[in-house]
């Protein structure tokens, strides 16, 4: 598999996996990102131009999608539009790339043969009580809460019915919470950390008791290239590594390193419909591909993606205020 097409490889996740895939392959990457606010052409600086190029495109144009799937042998989908919260604002533009952007990618698949791995998302379940031992598995229903999580829903049922019904050779991995370099500050940990880092105070959706299963993305990374390789055609593979902490209790890790009290937080709007508690069982994902993941110590690698957002406050300073004045007007 020397051609690999990296949708959305500008983002947080999809640029650590080309970074990934360079390192660890010898394939020849292409990424095609449409470059809205959540990507960043510096996430892929310093990687080879002979390994990696940039398509800048739609992954719901046709036109732009069908040649390039022609030219590679294998399609490895992160393009999306990813936040919930953007999800409530307006569901239209996750609608459009999310379910019409997977599906012009499957139709190209379809005509060209092309290996196609969808990566997707645990919020497809719906959510877990706090207080069940239950974990999310390959076996448990589809019961998404946002409009996100719908339209990742959604594409996931785009991609059993291409391989059912026109023989796609496509896989699925649905991973849980990353964090690491290169998130956007609209997400949970970098806003908490860079509020810090400017002077500002952490912002905690209601009493803060929700529960997220953090995996560092160099983790997802390996687990998406091990699927890859070795998937079976048409499984489904669930990607975590027994990550479980409430929202309070990552907040007050990020205070304790940051040298701040605590209980030095404001509690704000909590998100609507927000999801309880997101738990991966990974049993299949180990036992049938041997993959584990690297990055399991979350206090040392909250402690490495502090360091790193301070490093880089260049890349992160342009887009805080806008981003904070957006959360604002809606009490967040
Ligand atoms: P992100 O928002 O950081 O990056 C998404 C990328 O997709 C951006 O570079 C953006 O420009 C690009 N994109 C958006 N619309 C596009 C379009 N129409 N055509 C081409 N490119 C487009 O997202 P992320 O957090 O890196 O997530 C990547 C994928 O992983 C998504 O599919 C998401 O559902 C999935 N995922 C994310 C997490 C998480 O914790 N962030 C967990 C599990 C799964
Ligand atoms: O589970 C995988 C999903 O994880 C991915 O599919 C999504 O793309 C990704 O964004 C993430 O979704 P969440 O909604 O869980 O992540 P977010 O970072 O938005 O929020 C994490 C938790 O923190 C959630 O319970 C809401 C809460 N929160 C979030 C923000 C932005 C706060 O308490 N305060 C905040 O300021």
Not at 114 to 119: D, E, K, L, P
Request: with cysteine.
């Amino acid at each position: 598999m020397q051609r690999i097409l990296v949708t959305g490889g500008a983002g947080f996740i999809g640029s650590n996996f080309v970074h990934h895939l360079v390192h660890h392959t010898d394939a020849q990457v292409t990424v095609l990102d449409k470059m809205t606010y959540a990507a960043s052409r510096e996430s892929l600086a310093g990687l080879p131009e002979s390994r990696v190029s940039l398509v800048v495109g739609d992954i719901a144009d046709a036109a732009v999608v069908d040649p390039l799937v022609e030219a590679h042998d294998a399609v490895v989908h992160y393009a999306a539009e990813s936040h919930n919260d953007n999800s409530l604002s307006d569901p239209s533009p996750f609608i459009q790339t999310n379910l019409i952007g997977t599906f012009t990618l499957l139709e190209a698949v379809r005509r060209t043969g092309a290996r196609f791995h969808h990566v997707s998302t645990d919020e497809v379940y719906g959510d877990l009580e706090l207080d069940d031992p239950a974990k999310f598995t390959e076996a448990t229903p589809y019961r998404p809460s946002s409009p996100y999580s719908a339209s990742k829903a959604g594409s996931d049922h785009l991609v059993r019915a291409w391989v059912r019904s026109f023989g796609v050779q496509a896989t699925i991995s649905n991973c849980s919470n990353n964090y690491g370099p290169w998130q956007h500050i609209e997400k949970f940990i970098p806003r908490q950390i860079t509020n810090l880092l400017a002077g500002g105070r952490v912002k905690l959706y209601g009493a803060g008791a929700n529960v997220r299963d953090w995996i560092h993305t160099e983790d997802h990374s390996s687990a998406v290239l091990r699927i890859l390789e070795a998937g079976r055609i048409g499984e489904t593979y669930l990607i975590g590594a027994d990550g479980e902490k409430s929202n309070l209790e990552v907040v007050r890790m990020i205070l304790g390193i940051l040298g701040h009290a605590e209980d030095d937080f404001d509690h704000v709007t909590d998100r609507a419909g927000h999801d309880l508690r997101y738990a991966i069982d990974s049993t299949k994902l180990r036992e049938e591909l041997g993959w584990t993941p690297q990055y399991g110590d979350f206090a040392d690698g909250l402690a490495r993606t502090i360091d790193w957002y301070r490093e880089n406050e260049a890349w992160w300073r342009p887009a805080k205020e806008a981003v904070e004045s957006s959360y604002a007007a809606k009490g967040q």
